[in-house]
């Protein structure tokens, strides 16, 4: 899986640009021309790890909040695509699965909004993640950073929650089928091999040289 990510950060933009962003964004996110024939509209709601369909003007509001700010970044702008080998059956589940793993990581609990997009041959999620966390053990606000460290086990967590161990099963299995194929197809050759009659030596006049 492929993990890119951006953050807008309170030391370069104001609140109010940065609202101003996260606007525009999140419209790109749910109007973004679509492939009529992989999605419908519906498919381009927002969810998170409660809720399948959320007004995005909510996803805004909610993570642009008037709380205290906690360390420098007000959100950050991740996308998760999994690679061709990795396919993914339900994208929504999939997606918190990725991102609780990530919140046990943390040990926080995280404010995240996200859209599958399918409208390209690589399907992916774009997922809007508040700058602040809420600390399992103190319950207090915590700035939410990353390492390269973090974004590796992301990409080991997207493919685990994948169907990728059971699509290599299935290859696997096809494999093994088709060698036993080839050996069924090669045994009534060597057989029919044994059944043919055995050359007769032919003597320097032409006729056959038969032993008495």
């Known amino acids: ?11 370069r933009v104001s609140r109010e640009k940065a609202t101003t962003a996260l606007g525009s964004h999140a419209k790109y996110l749910q109007y973004r021309e679509r492939d ?12 998170n790890d409660e809720h399948d369909s959320i007004d995005r003007r909510w996803v805004v509001k909610d993570l642009m909040n008037e709380q205290e700010q906690t360390g420098d970044i007000y ?24 991102m609780g793993d990530l919140e046990d ?11 599958h997009h399918a409208n390209t041959d690589d399907p992916h999620v774009h997922v809007v993640l508040q700058g602040v966390g809420i600390d399992r053990e103190t319950g ?10 973090d974004f590796r086990t992301m990409r080991e967590s997207g493919r685990e929650h994948s169907d990728y161990e059971h699509q290599h099963f299935l290859a696997e299995k096809w ?22 009659p055995s050359a007769v030596p032919v003597g320097r006049d ?5 032993e008495h």
């Open 175 to 196: 494999h093994e089928l088709d060698e036993r194929d080839s050996v069924g197809r090669e045994e009534p050759e060597r057989e029919l091999d044994r059944n043919q």
């Open 105 to 115: 990581r943390f040990h926080q609990d995280l404010n995240w909004y996200a859209v």
């Open 140 to 149: 207090h606000a915590e700035p939410v950073t990353f390492t390269a460290e």
């Open 75 to 98: 959100y950050h702008r991740i996308i998760l695509s999994p690679s061709q080998e990795e396919p993914v059956s339900d994208w929504h589940e999939w997606t918190r699965e990725v």
């Open 36 to 47: 009529p024939q992989r999605e419908t509209k519906d498919d381009r709601q927002f969810f």
């Open 206 to 210: 032409g006729t056959a040289d038969f």
């Open 1 to 11: 899986m492929i993990v890119k990510a951006k953050n807008i950060r309170a030391s």
